[in-house]
């Protein structure tokens, strides 16, 4: 099979990566130690982490009575996520969850349309960027799913425009812009169309929240259907075209026990899936996709993660092995450019950077499929490293990281490649000129 690949298109506006949510909500109480840490610490940094949603509180550094503790149990907490994050130069997307569930009530603030809710979120943020001065912060999100935990559009607009005065007026929006609609994937998409139509002004970038079925991930619709949400938010917002757009919850609805998990997180065929997830959103032109979770600690009881809890031994899943590829060997500032293979069977990723190509395939079939990628213009000799996830042969180290295949040289169009059924394959490519 010959993929034909058309270098100079893209998929969209500045790709920022893969990536997921990385809470420090529950990791005290976890008893995550700092020797458990500095494990989850590596696994972060051999991802070479792109993008992460972290999750906020008023409550963690506002008192009762309406002054400030910055050096809360859960502050801290967050500054050591955020820490491994400014090191790393991951783009943060910092995610206030609300104040209206009971969970995160804060004593003295109505809603999220209290004005001392917002005065709040600019008071926090104006501590984080000016005086922990952390640059990784570049987005933030207020009320998580807020067409679950609001309900009421008018009510959230008046949240979110007061938001945008506050970071305006401290000068906070030279760094951070607004994301949403951070909506909870619903039947019609309604809360996120209403969002691009009336406060498209104020956001920076869109984001979206989807758990999808593998009904649908499966014969490749994934792809039209973010492809749709897209070209909608950048046709009816003016400026949308220069917008990311961004997954901001990824994983698996079917027979999912929401909050808690997926009672398939620990199949082999999860990887699969989600890889196959990912391909499709970003071929889509998602600028990101993040999926949901890193990390079992991060709150209690959870089994969403690409490792487990502490209780259970901080355990490696298998689909480890192929996100952490997607975060490592596609990092941010790629040019994604979109390909269709014709393949019922198989989706391919492809990216270009000054030093070469790289590719993921993700083979759905029951067949080997043996492919070459005809690149106009590109006569390079590379060194190409293969990655392979299958159940047959997913090699790693003594950390339980990938390792390649195989390592060879040659010009892409002159090398055959070959996708085992029900795997993923990850091959890059790089120049020495």
């Not at 969209?12 to 130690?33: L, N």
């Not at 559009?153 to 945008?164: I, T």
């Amino acid at each position: 099979m010959k993929i034909q690949i058309e270098p100079l298109q893209t998929a969209g506006p500045a790709f920022i990566g893969f990536g997921g949510e990385w809470d420090s909500r529950h990791y005290r109480a976890a008893g995550i130690t700092a020797a458990d840490f500095a494990v989850i610490r590596r696994r972060v940094e051999w991802m070479r982490l792109s993008a992460a949603r972290i999750m906020m509180q008023v409550k963690w550094c506002r008192r009762d009575d309406g002054s400030f503790d910055f050096d809360s149990a859960p502050m801290q907490d967050l500054y050591r996520h955020l820490d491994v994050c400014e090191a790393l130069g991951t783009t943060v997307f910092l995610s206030d969850w609300g104040c209206m569930p009971d969970w995160l009530r804060v004593p003295g603030i109505r809603d999220v349309g209290d004005p001392l809710y917002a005065a709040a979120i600019g008071f926090y943020l104006d501590h984080l960027v000016n005086v922990k001065r952390y640059r990784c912060l570049r987005f933030f999100i207020m009320v998580n799913e807020p067409n679950w935990e609001v309900q009421d559009f008018a009510l959230w607009r008046k949240g979110l425009e007061q938001v945008a005065e506050e970071l305006k007026r401290r000068g906070l929006d030279r760094q951070i812009q607004l994301a949403g609609s951070d909506e909870a994937h619903a039947a019609n998409d309604d809360w996120h169309f209403q969002a691009v139509d009336q406060v498209g002004n104020l956001l920076g970038a869109y984001d979206v929240h989807h758990y999808g079925s593998d009904s649908k991930v499966r014969p490749g619709e994934l792809e039209a259907y973010f492809q749709r949400l897209w070209d909608y938010t950048r046709t009816h917002d003016s400026r949308g075209a220069q917008k990311p757009c961004i997954v901001g919850e990824a994983g698996l609805g079917d027979d999912a026990q929401h909050p808690h998990g997926s009672p398939h997180i620990n199949e082999f065929w999860y990887g699969l899936f989600m890889t196959d997830y990912a391909v499709q959103a970003a071929n889509a032109g998602s600028a990101a996709v993040l999926a949901w979770m890193l990390d079992d600690n991060s709150h209690p009881d959870f089994h969403w993660g690409l490792w487990t809890s502490k209780a259970d031994g901080l355990r490696l899943r298998p689909w480890f092995y192929p996100w952490a590829l997607l975060c490592r060997l596609f990092p941010a500032g790629s040019v994604i450019v979109p390909v269709d293979t014709g393949s019922p069977d198989l989706r391919v990723l492809a990216a270009r950077s000054s030093a070469g190509w790289t590719f993921c395939a993700v083979n759905r079939g029951e067949s080997n499929l043996a492919v070459t990628f005809e690149i106009e213009g590109e006569n390079r000799p590379m060194q190409v490293t293969t990655y392979r996830y299958s159940q047959g042969a997913a090699p790693t180290d003594g950390d339980d990281f990938p390792v390649p295949v195989e390592i060879t040289t040659g010009v892409l169009r002159a090398l055959p490649f070959t996708c085992l059924p029900q795997s993923v394959t990850f091959w890059q490519g790089i120049s020495g000129n």
